[in-house]
């Protein structure tokens, strides 16, 4: 199968974000990738539900909504109401972390869970299998255009190894400094859901982009 590819929202211009909504309901883009940060969890501040609901007035395909915030808990049912598709909240700011992932499906979206650079893979072992997903940031999450980590790749494939005993349909997700260098390497680790930014809005074509990303060719196999 092809990657999921989903742009990041928070990378468009947003004195021109209808325009950007549009060409990406248009392009190969599989989710729209929507980034809200507080400021506490992370040194950013992002936006929150008024332009979360501009961008569903629009959008006709999937929002994959990142939640890089402190207490997540007390915002899920807003986030799902405001037309989140899927919530992904960070194991590092959750305490009771079943508990929000429990929320999260019954607030009727999917489930998600994203760890920082520095945390470990292991530590996703006994909530594997109740997740739909897991976002392995590359970079520091508060900023775009960062570099990427190589260390992500190890992570991937031993997430993708944990998996395959705990949970085959799981997606892996990659957010930070991916793009045409390295989403061949990061397939071959196990990632399938990619999340691109400035590779996306800072190329010349953006549609053209989000197509060689999407149609990328692995070794001799065309995926």
Known sequence: MKPIIAPSVLSADFANLQRDIEMMNSSEA????VDVMDGVFVPNISFGFPVMEAIKKYAVKPLDVHLMIVNPDQY???FAQAGATGITVHYEACVHLHRTVQSIHQSGCKAGVAINPHTPVELLKDILSDLDLVLVMSV?????GQKFIPNTLSKVKELRAMAARLNPDLIIEVDGGVGIQNIESLIQAGANAFVAGNAVFAAESPSKMISDLKNISVGDIRI
């Open 140 to 144: 520091n999450p508060g900023f775009g």
């Open 76 to 78: 899920i049912e807003r």
């Open 30 to 33: 599989d989710w729209f990738h």
